[in-house]
């Protein structure tokens, strides 16, 4: 069907944790891994198309984005968001910013914009300034992010030195009188000319009033919870038929591999947590692999009952990942895991698994790309921000669902099989 809202996301669990946000509405939402390179086929109401742009290049991640704008256009897309971190992850040379306006020329409107406050994870905007929890982002653990460390708190002086036109306010005692009054604000700014406006927000009920307000906006900015609200207001209004195409969930085979290559706290708390109900596991060791390669995992794995859903994990506590590391280097241990975490994968298909859980942002982009997935209909949540998905892996129709580091409960690995 046409896409009625056309997502960019910067990255991969952002696109699918805003995925996943659009589809509690129960409509379809269509999750691309990379812009396509086919023309659009199968288009659902909802298109997400996750790029790994967020640390490139500037000029390269507006190259991708208006990539993915004229794919999303030639899907029928009329209205646009752009997606990126809750923390505002970016430099004072991008890419929040030259994106927007790169958009925005595109799409030849003079105002867009910012929110990227998630009150139900602690990101909230009070006068410009981005909260985590209760501390001030320059003050949070994002001060130190390797690549995109957050030395200031106010999202008008971060936003200021990343492009050319001027950025204003609409705070939050404005969004608090409702969305008529936050339109004449945006007019109001529209008609000075400001083409950036960051908008407060502190509660779910602000990402409401500012949604209503800004939903026929060409392009809206922000984290992925100011556009929840949107499918609803669709439906509200007719913008999308009340038989708008729904998630359909495939009735899929039980056999399960869980794959997991994460060494979060989170991850490990995971590992332990399966390993003590007596789930059959394999752990693989790096400097083994090193050796020996896939094989011995991939014969262990020969020899298991997939409806018993079987582990494998490199998950492992900070020490031994420095041990396996001094040893082997950082990218060649990732590396070697990633190679024979995705072999276990296809493997595992070929034998007939229908599910695959997956832990580990990195270790879910080789995956993915191992089982020649391009294409994602977003399912059921698991836990916030990480869904069930559906795609095609050889002509099989499967189960997938992708989960970064520190998100899931402890149970995550029987909460997702009992979720299907
Ligand atoms: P997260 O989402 O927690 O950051 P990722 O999959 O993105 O997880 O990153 C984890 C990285 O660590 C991957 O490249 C993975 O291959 C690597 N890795 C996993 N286990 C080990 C280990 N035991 N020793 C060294 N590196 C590991």
Known sequence: MTTVLGCIADDFTGATDL????????????????????PPADTAAFEVIALKSRTAPVAEAVAETRAALRWLQAAGAQRFFWKYC????STPQGNIGPVAEA????????????C?????NGRSIFMGNLFVGQQPLAESPMKDHPL????????MRLLAPQVTRPVGLADRLTVAQGAEALRARLAELAAEGTAHVIVDAVANADLEVIAQACRDMPLMTGGSAVAMPLPGLYLADGTLAADAPKAVAPQLKAATIVLSGSCSAMTNAQVADYLARGAPAYQLDPLSVAETGAQPALNWLADQDLD???????????????????RLGVAAAGEMIEATLSACAVAARDAGARRVIVAGGETSGAVTKALGVTQLDIGAEIAPGVPWTYC???????????????FGAETFFTDAQEAL
């Open 19 to 38: 995925a996943g946000l659009l589809a509690r509405s129960g409509v379809r939402v269509s999750l691309r891994i990379g812009v396509p390179e086919a």
């Open 86 to 89: 809750s923390t505002f992850d």
């Open 103 to 114: 958009l925005m020329a595109d799409l030849g409107t003079d105002q867009t914009i910012y």
């Open 116 to 120: 990227p406050a998630f009150p139900e």
């Open 148 to 155: 995109t460390p957050m030395r200031d708190s106010n999202l």
């Open 308 to 326: 018993r859903a079987p582990l494998i994990y490199a998950t492992a506590d900070p020490a031994s990942v420095r041990t396996a590391q001094a």
């Open 392 to 406: 095609t892996s050889a002509g099989h129709r499967m189960a997938l669902t992708l989960k970064s580091g520190n």
